[in-house]
């Protein structure tokens, strides 16, 4: 069975219903999500996304303040995870990372992360930081075009 880990910038553009000037992620992210349901991929998301995740998507709703806002955040959040098994950052993972040769920190965390899970495909927007590897870097239009 396949595994593929969704990348930070992904869980968003899902949460967030993010479009860009050329695309609608939200709409491939889905098409993305429903491919792997009905052919039993697994969708694996690193804890430390889903803390970006929170953290991001409560800076972006300033305005909306208190508990409701709190519960708002956690209900996406719990209904994500409804589709995502976590995975954990190891130790041996992080200091992979501290020691990797690729230019972002939390991208190399992922990348380790889903080695060390025996993860086969990562789905990210932005491929160019994931050199060097033997997993699949794929943007969700990609997946789709290959899937």
């Known amino acids: 069975m396949n595994k593929v880990l969704f990348d930070t910038n992904i869980v968003l553009d899902y949460l967030l219903k993010r479009k860009s ?8 992210v889905l098409e993305v999500i429903n491919y792997c ?35 708002m955040i956690r209900q996406k959040v719990v209904n994500y995870l409804k589709l995502s098994r976590l995975v954990v950052t190891s130790e041996n993972a992080f200091h992979k990372s501290l020691h990797s040769d690729l230019p972002d920190f939390e991208d190399a965390l992922q990348l380790f992360t889903a ?33």
């Open 115 to 147: 080695i060390e899970n025996k993860i086969d495909i990562i789905i990210t927007r932005n491929k160019k930081d994931f050199t060097n590897t033997k997993i699949g870097i794929f943007t969700p239009e990609e997946f789709l075009k290959i899937h």
């Open 21 to 28: 000037k050329s695309t609608d992620d939200h709409k491939n």
């Open 37 to 71: 349901i009905l052919n039993n991929l697994e969708i694996y998301t690193s804890i430390l996304s889903i803390k970006d995740v929170i953290y991001i998507i409560t800076k972006l709703s300033k305005g909306n303040r208190g508990k409701n806002k709190r519960d």
